[in-house]
Nanobody, 120 residues
Framework: QVQLVESGGGLVQAGGSLKLSCAAS????????MGWFRQAPGKERVFVTA???????TNYADSVKGRFTISRDNANTVYLQMNNLEPEDTAVYYC??????????????WGQGTQVTVSS
């Protein structure tokens, strides 16, 4: 069983930055690829970015390329650095874990989400 807890959300002005964290309670963190998804009000949850088990491979949605960066450490945490934020980035951001070996990953575990609000 994997438990995921997101943190770091909040209110920021357009053009600003936020860094989200996701702490995973799991014996072997390196067995899991990790991803971030987001869900805006009235819309479906969509993929944002993913990072492989090793951390060497990353994937991004076109809407965030060049602005967002995913990373992971050896302390069971995955991060999402968000720069040059836009009002359209306003959403609840979810962390997810996958035991799938290759991208595209199928996610087995989800966090509860953290709210990000970008004001214009």
């Amino acid at each position: 069983q994997v438990q995921l807890v997101e943190s770091g959300g909040g209110l920021v002005q357009a053009g600003g930055s936020l860094k989200l964290s996701c702490a995973a309670s799991v014996r072997t963190f390196s067995n899991y690829a990790m991803g971030w998804f987001r869900q805006a009000p009235g819309k479906e949850r969509v993929f944002v970015t993913a990072i492989s088990q090793s951390g060497y491979s990353t994937n991004y949605a076109d809407s965030v390329k060049g602005r967002f960066t995913i990373s992971r450490d050896n302390a069971n945490t995955v991060y999402l650095q968000m720069n040059n934020l836009e009002p359209e980035d306003t959403a609840v951001y979810y962390c997810a874990a996958s035991s799938t070996v290759r991208y595209p990953y199928k996610y087995d575990y989800w966090g509860q989400g953290t709210q990000v609000t970008v004001s214009s």
